[in-house]
């Protein structure tokens, strides 16, 4: 992302707290300071992803039908407004039900275990009233593959733009040059309840 990561976070967010304050009393255009190093304002906007826990720090022993796998190989990270959600669809079993899949964890992590009967695919998406991860519509542009947690981020990010014409940094990549600036973060402030 560009950044120097060799500071110590908390500093940081208080310089970030402090700084917008400013900004916003003010009107202007302003810059981090970290150190003796500025950091530009496009550079806050990606530095929230030193602030998120990486895969390995909150999965740390996963197993399918018994046999242990290094989690963070297995589970794909989505990127929300709300934080990494990290999905796991890549093993196949005969067996399902409970015990199939086990994760321990760091952090505490809420699991949400999805099935369906291979039949369900058959039936057109218009019929089922559901998607696949690999059935993504054209539209979807936040994410690679389709979920609900997909398709809620890319009516928000919608949202954000029709209202606003920009997203806050916290979404997923749609367009960086589409992130909001302080005037945009106001305008979605303003808007919350519109969305």
């Known amino acids: 992302i560009g950044l120097d990561c060799n500071f110590r976070p908390k500093f940081l967010r208080n310089d970030i707290s402090f700084q917008s304050f400013i900004q916003i009393v003010s009107g202007k255009r302003y810059q981090f300071r970290n150190g003796n190093r500025l950091l530009e304002l496009e550079h806050f906007f990606s530095s929230h992803y030193i602030f998120r826990k990486k895969c390995t720090q909150l999965l740390s022993k996963c197993k399918w039908n018994g046999l242990t796998f290094d989690c963070c190989e297995k589970f794909l990270p989505l990127e929300t407004e709300y934080g990494i959600c990290y999905s796991f669809n890549s093993l196949h079993t005969k067996r399902t039900g409970p015990g199939a899949l086990t994760i321990e964890t ?26 696949f991860p690999e059935e993504k519509p054209d539209d979807l542009l936040v994410h690679d593959y389709y979920s609900y947690s997909t398709c809620v981020v890319q009516c928000h990010a919608n949202a954000h733009i029709d209202l606003c014409n920009c997203t806050h940094h916290l979404m997923p990549v749609m367009n960086r040059r589409k992130y909001c600036d302080i005037e945009g973060l106001k305008c979605l402030t303003d808007n919350f309840g519109n969305m």
């Open 106 to 131: 760091i952090e505490d992590v809420r699991v949400i275990e999805i099935e369906n009967d291979e039949n369900v695919k058959t039936l057109p998406v218009d019929k089922r009233k559901c998607r």
